[in-house]
């Protein structure tokens, strides 16, 4: 059974920084690319990034050059690096398994989500 669990979320002040986690069970990180989304309240769910265990990276617009997603293949964990921190990021943040590196909403499995904060 495919599981993903992420940690790291909290509440920061704009302009800082947090990084997010992703351990996955069930499977190991080269099966699936592994992207991650967030959802505002009243908003859709919307691709962030996403990675692939042959390097390819994608990232929104939104969040290019602040944002960095990486993987521990030894740890089956796929982390996101965000800086430079905006209220505009405040959503819960998920990860998700993929067949492919794209920021569509389609998906093997979800993690739960992890709440992430960013006001003053």
């Known amino acids: 059974q495919l599981q993903l669990v992420e940690s790291g979320g909290g509440l920061v002040q704009p302009g800082g920084s947090l990084r997010l986690s992703c351990v996955v069970s069930?499977?190991?990180?080269?099966?699936?690319?592994i992207g991650w989304f967030r959802q505002a309240p009243g908003k859709e769910r919307e691709g962030v990034s996403c990675s692939t265990s042959g390097g390819i990276t994608n990232y929104a617009d939104s969040v290019k050059g602040r944002f960095t997603i990486s993987r521990d293949n030894a740890k089956n964990t796929v982390y996101l690096q965000m800086n430079s921190l905006k209220p505009e990021d405040t959503a819960i943040y998920y990860c998700?398994?993929?067949?492919?590196?794209?920021?569509?909403?389609?998906?093997?499995?979800w993690g739960q989500g992890t709440q992430v904060t960013v006001s003053s």
């Open positions: 069930g499977f190991t990180l080269d099966a699936y690319a």
């Open positions: 998700a398994a993929k067949r492919l590196c794209v920021l569509s909403r389609t998906v093997i499995s």
